[in-house]
Each structure stands twice: as structure tokens, then as C-alpha cells.
């Protein structure tokens, strides 16, 4: 076979017929697929007898197959020729066969059928169902001309999209570095799909699309989606969705082994698109230079970011005062007055947050911040992530941090918790504000809260404080020991009994109605615990002190 490119027509001339097969309609070019190839000298005797609807499969590669089970070897658009030989007497083998092939997204199968006689109904079906194109081969038919035939088209296919794809890397070439190139670059890859393109970042925000403006398909964002996108190791997907009317083609932009974004092209459902190698190598360089524009924003730079982590290191480290004042001369921190914001993630105890998930999870949070025109510095830290921010309105704004958090947690389906510190005029401040980091998200662990300020919570911090006094905690246990005691033994409530009265501020009836218990009977408890305890419940300082001993004892559980 030789392939010549004809204006914008591709064509195959048949070197035995010396005729001409367009593989072209409407001026575009198309993939060398099964409607291509039975087309072909070698071919007109071949008959399709299932999966019509799969005829523009795209061939990529060809095997044989005389061995019983070859699904484990399948791979995508591959077509199978086999005589049938190791299917005689278990035709019902087609049907897994087939179902692998849709799976693995083959492109069909050509069998002969001497050996094994006419295919049953029930396999055509099955083949119809899932538009695998099952092709019956001529018993006189050798398989040697027609391999060949494939593989000179593949090659001749493949030689074409190395055309393709130099021509189109020195069109990028062109707008590199240009204020609009992620404008440009949609604008390429559209004229070279003819389908609707959008670039965007992980956060699925729209950086560029072409033509005009697109919004982002709702069914991008559906959860399950999301987690295909996110969590295979394929950088390319094609998703086929009927409800939307449309196809997509997703490519990953990756930095290293992280997700930055996406190229998303939209493909309507009356245009039957196949995935090949050549799309794909095209959409691969695509993704690699928008890779590249990424890490000259310093969003993953990997030496700025050991860097800042080295730093915080030494502020929650050792350092004095002046030392501090000399490592963060350089430092391109947001200066002082600024607050420390730690984010924790909520995941499963079985689930162990792999380093790029956590790096993933960083980057998020700092192009949110940016997002909102909030400068930060961001590190990792013990399975959280740490952000210094500037002390201002758009910082300690709930509403844009509740966002934020909601993001998050939307892009990685899992609750996320933030604290903010107060405000801090120091780089030197910065190592108390981390350790009293974990006081707060203790306390908003305990207190079920999402976003906790440093501000709100100074007595909830003070007192956690208290519960590390080994004092304290003495006099907590000797206090309520002998009432848990008395509980286990007898099967009683006094040290609920306790904590309800004392929620209540010792008032008597309040506390009755909220046990659904009769006065005389909470008068009865009441007599119980003081004897026990010797604390006068009518007292206010032994209710504070009865309060100080709960505090600690429903802490500590």
C-alpha cells in the first residue's frame, strides 16, 4: 500500500489493483478502520454478519488468536482473525470473547467458519448488542495477504498522524510564551478535532475554549465521573454519555505525577468518534506544553516549594529571634500582619493519603486561595496542609474559606475541616500558632465544627490547656471515679444525672423534666452523689468544681 496525502483528501492506492480508496468524507480525514479495510481487494469477499454499528471502529493493531482464551492479551483496537480452530465444539465461548473485546474496546473480530459451522443467533445478537463487528472470512481465504494489508495501513495510519502532529507542534510553537497562548492552543486543537474544546485547571474552571466561550458540561462534574478522571492512570479518557447527547474526550495535564488540569473536547453523539494513538499523541503534546506553561507559574515548582517547607521547618523548629529575622529575608511569604490556616482532610482509617494525593490536595487549596485574590504560602504537613495568609478582610471572610473548604471537599469527596489562628505580627509567631493548631482542630473535632477560629474559641482553648494539668486530671478521676463505680455496680445514671443538672445550673425542676424523672427521685440521686463525692450540689463553687471534673472526664472519651 502507499498513502499519499491528495488537497485535504487521504487516500490509499491499492498496489495489486492500482485503484484508489478515499479513506475521506466531507474533506476530513478518517482513522483506518473496519469500514476502510473492507473496502480493500483483500477484503471483498469478507461478510459483516453482527455489529454494524461498530463498522468505524478504529484499527490499531492485529492479531490471531488459535489458543482457547486470548481476553487476557486484548488489547484496544486490535482486530482478531482466527480460523475458529480452538472454538470447535464451544461456540458459547464467542460470548465472553466478544464481551472482553467490547471491554478492552477491540475492534472486531474475522473468523472463518469451516471448522466451526454457521455462528447461532444468539452470538450474532450478542454481538449486535454490543457493536462488536463480527466478520465471517471466506474458507479459501488466506489470513498472510490480509495481515499484511492491515499492517501496512496501520503504518501508513501512523506515518499520517506523525504528519499531523509536526505540523501542529510548529503551530504551538508559534504562540508560545504569547499573553493569550491557552486561548491560541484551544483554538489549535479545535481546528485540528473540529470539536468543541476547553482547557481547564483542576479545579474544572474554565481557562480557554474555543469556539467562543463554552461553559463546562454539567456531566463533567457528576462525582463518579470525577473519580474516573482523577484516580485512573490513564492521562487520556473517552466517555461516551447518551443522556448528554454527546462524547468526551478528556486528556490530563500533569506535572510530574500530578493532576493540573484538563483538555476536555466535546463531541456530539450524531459524530461517531473512535479512539487512536494519533488523537492521542496530538492531545499528549498539547497537555505536555500546557504542563509546561503551569510550572512557570510557580504553582509546583518543586525547588520553590522544598524551599518554603524548609522554612517552616525551622520557624516551628529552634530558631531565635534573629535567626528567624535572617532565613525569611528572601522568603516570598505574605509579610506580616498574616494568620496561620491549617486544613485537615477527613479520609477512611484503612485509607493511607499517598504523598500525591496530599500534594494534590495542597495545590488545590492554593489556587483556591489565588482564585479569591488571597497571596498564601502553602506546605504540607503531617497529613495536613499549613497556609500562611495575609491578616485581611478577604482572608477571615467565612463565606470565601466556607467556599473554599466546600470546594475541597466536593474535588476529593471527603469532609474537610479548617482552623484559622489569630492574628500574627511575626514570623517568630508562627511556631505557637502551629502547635495551638492541633488544640483547635481537636476542639472542632469535638464540637463537629468545619471552620474554627482561633477567636471564637479562646475559653475551648484555655481549657483544653487545663486537661493537660496533671493536677486537674487527678482531681477529675478521684471525683468521678467512685460515681462510675457506683454506675457499673448498680446500673444507675449519677454521673449523667450530674451532667444534666449541671447543663442545667442546678436548677432543680428543669433538670426533673429533662430526666423524666420525679422530683423526689432526682432529690434521692442528688443525696446519692454528694454522699459519694462530698460535694454540696446547692454550692456553686462545687458545681463549678463537679463542671471542671465532667469537662475533663467527656474529653478525655
Known amino acids: 500500500m502507499l498513502r499519499s496525502l491528495v488537497g485535504s483528501e487521504m487516500c490509499i492506492r491499492d498496489r495489486y489493483s492500482n485503484s484508489t480508496i478515499l479513506f475521506v468524507q466531507g474533506g476530513e480525514d478518517m482513522p483506518f478502520s473496519i469500514e476502510n479495510m473492507l473496502q480493500l481487494r483483500e477484503f471483498k469477499d469478507c461478510t459483516v454478519i453482527a455489529g454494524h454499528k461498530g463498522i468505524n471502529r478504529v484499527i490499531q493493531c492485529v492479531d490471531t488468536m488459535e489458543v482457547p482464551d486470548i481476553t487476557p492479551w486484548l488489547q484496544c483496537g486490535e482486530l482478531l482473525i482466527t480460523t475458529g480452530y480452538s472454538l470447535e465444539g464451544h461456540l458459547e465461548r464467542l460470548i465472553p470473547l466478544l464481551d472482553a473485546m467490547y471491554n478492552n474496546d477491540s475492534a472486531g473480530l474475522m473468523i472463518k467458519t469451516r471448522i466451526i459451522g454457521p455462528i447461532p443467533q444468539m452470538i450474532i445478537d450478542f454481538a449486535d448488542s454490543k457493536g462488536i463487528p463480527l466478520i465471517v472470512i471466506p474458507d479459501d481465504t488466506p489470513f498472510i495477504p490480509m495481515v499484511n494489508t492491515i499492517i501496512n495501513c496501520i503504518s501508513d495510519e501512523l506515518n499520517h498522524s506523525f504528519t499531523r502532529f509536526f505540523s501542529m507542534s510548529k503551530d504551538i510553537k508559534m504562540i508560545q510564551g504569547t499573553p493569550s497562548f491557552l486561548n491560541d492552543l484551544a483554538d489549535i486543537i479545535y481546528t485540528y478535532f473540529q470539536f468543541p474544546t476547553i482547557i481547564t485547571d483542576y479545579l474544572l474552571d474554565v481557562c480557554a475554549s474555543c469556539p467562543g466561550y463554552i461553559q463546562l458540561p454539567a456531566f463533567i462534574t457528576n462525582d463518579k465521573l470525577l473519580h474516573r478522571m482523577r484516580s485512573t492512570e490513564r492521562s487520556s479518557l473517552f466517555i461516551s454519555d447518551t443522556s448528554e447527547d454527546a462524547h468526551f474526550l478528556i486528556q490530563q495535564i500533569r506535572i510530574d505525577k500530578l493532576i493540573a488540569g484538563y483538555i476536555i473536547l466535546i463531541i456530539p453523539a450524531d459524530q461517531h468518534y473512535i479512539k487512536n494513538d494519533g488523537d492521542a499523541m496530538i492531545l499528549n503534546y498539547a497537555a505536555n506544553i500546557i504542563s509546561a506553561n503551569f510550572k512557570q507559574e510557580n504553582f509546583l515548582n518543586a525547588q520553590v516549594q522544598r524551599k518554603n517547607l524548609s522554612l517552616y521547618s525551622n520557624l516551628v523548629g529552634n530558631l531565635n529571634g534573629v535567626d528567624v529575622q535572617e532565613s525569611m529575608k528572601e522568603a516570598p511569604w505574605p509579610l506580616p500582619p498574616f494568620l496561620l490556616i491549617t486544613v485537615e482532610t477527613e479520609f477512611d482509617e484503612q485509607f493511607n493519603m ?140 449519677l454521673i449523667h444525672t450530674l451532667q444534666v443538672l449541671i447543663e442545667n445550673r442546678g436548677i432543680q425542676t428543669k433538670t426533673a423534666n429533662d430526666l423524666f424523672l420525679h422530683r423526689n427521685t432526682l432529690l434521692y440521686r442528688m443525696r446519692k452523689i454528694e454522699s459519694l463525692t462530698g460535694l454540696d450540689l446547692s454550692d456553686s463553687g462545687d458545681l463549678h468544681k463537679a463542671y471542671m471534673a465532667l469537662y475533663v472526664h467527656n474529653f478525655a472519651q
Request: positive net charge; proline residues 1%.
Open 354 to 493: 499517598s504523598d500525591t494525593l496530599l500534594m494534590q490536595l495542597m495545590y488545590s487549596i492554593r489556587t483556591l486561595f489565588k482564585k479569591y485574590g488571597i497571596s498564601n504560602m502553602t506546605v504540607p504537613w503531617n497529613n495536613t496542609i499549613r497556609c500562611i495568609v495575609p491578616f485581611n478582610s478577604q482572608a477571615v471572610n467565612r463565606s470565601i474559606l466556607s467556599t473554599i473548604k466546600d470546594r475541597v471537599s466536593s474535588l476529593f469527596d471527603r469532609r474537610i475541616r479548617m482552623t484559622v489562628s489569630g492574628r500574627l505580627d511575626g514570623y517568630d509567631q508562627i511556631k505557637s500558632a502551629h502547635f495551638e493548631a492541633y488544640d483547635l482542630l481537636s476542639i472542632s473535632r469535638n464540637m463537629n465544627l468545619s471552620i474554627a477560629f482561633a477567636d471564637d474559641l479562646l475559653y475551648e482553648i484555655a481549657m483544653l490547656q487545663t486537661l493537660r494539668n496533671s493536677h486537674m486530671r487527678t482531681f477529675a478521676f478521684k471525683l468521678l471515679s467512685t460515681l462510675e463505680d457506683y454506675d457499673a455496680q448498680h446500673g444507675s445514671e
